[in-house]
T-cell receptor
Framework: QQPVQSPQAVILREGEDAVINCSSSKALYSVHWYRQKHGEAPVFLMILLKGGEQKGHEKISASFNEKKQQSSLYLTASQLSYSGTYFCGTEGSGGSNYKLTFGKGTLLTVNP | GAVVSQHPSWVICKSGTSVKIECRSLDFQATTMFWYRQFPKQSLMLMATSNEGSKATYEQGVEKDKFLINHASLTLSTLTVTSAHPEDSSFYIC?????????????FGPGTRLTVT
């Protein structure tokens, strides 16, 4: 079942922060975050595994609450290069053979 | 590291012909590769899972006789769209999961834009 992402779109000024949420109706083993720019393939950002972990690098971090079946992606002090569509991909628990189901995406636009 | 290539990057073909798309993991071995299609401004829809040396597993609603998948080696998977029709026009993207134990990341290729006229 497709995870639900919110918001659908967000517009920021350079330097502002944003949070993108991803929630699932089923138990999850992992959540994968990707950013896709127009006409290009998705670029891997990070993966969070069951266990309620948090991860981050530079100004992009994420959390995964397995009990709530939710993950959030945090973008701080946004840069113009952060613009793109962000997808979360979820892997269900119980042996899914690594198959990911992607949300509909969140379009992030960072303006100067 | 973790580079995945696709060839061709775009292709235009006539209705009724077949098109082959290659997906290669350049600097790692991939026991599992995935094929997706993406329509404009929409999400990635998984078509099939390709495991090296075995038959691909197709998602519900995907015709296995129309979308032939071969995973001949740990670095190459191919998708052949047979008897293509205009409704098959789409962006086809592969991803590869490393064979490394304990690794769960999937890396995407740059995609192939197929236009059927």
């Amino acid at each position: 079942q497709q995870p639900v992402q919110s918001p659908q779109a967000v517009i920021l000024r350079e330097g502002e922060d944003a949070v993108i949420n991803c929630s699932s109706s089923k138990a999850l083993y992992s959540v994968h975050w990707y950013r896709q720019k127009h006409g290009e393939a998705p670029v891997f950002l990070m993966i969070l595994l069951k266990g309620g972990e948090q991860k981050g690098h530079e100004k992009i971090s994420a959390s995964f609450n397995e009990k709530k079946q939710q993950s959030s992606l945090y973008l701080t002090a946004s840069q113009l290069s952060y613009s793109g569509t962000y997808f979360c991909g979820t892997e269900g628990s119980g042996g899914s053979n690594y198959k990911l189901t992607f949300g509909k995406g969140t379009l992030l636009t960072v303006n100067p | 590291g973790a580079v995945v290539s696709q060839h061709p990057s775009w292709v235009i073909c006539k209705s009724g012909t077949s098109v082959k798309i290659e997906c290669r993991s350049l600097d790692f071995q991939a026991t599992t590769m995935f094929w997706y299609r993406q329509f404009p401004k929409q999400s990635l829809m998984l078509m099939a899972t390709s495991n090296e040396g075995s038959k691909a597993t197709y998602e519900q609603g995907v015709e296995k006789d129309k979308f032939l998948i071969n995973h001949a080696s740990l670095t190459l998977s191919t998708l052949t769209v047979t008897s293509a029709h205009p409704e098959d026009s789409s962006f086809y993207i592969c991803s590869a999961k490393t064979a490394r134990s304990g690794s769960y990341e999937q890396y995407f290729g740059p995609g192939t834009r197929l236009t059927v006229t």
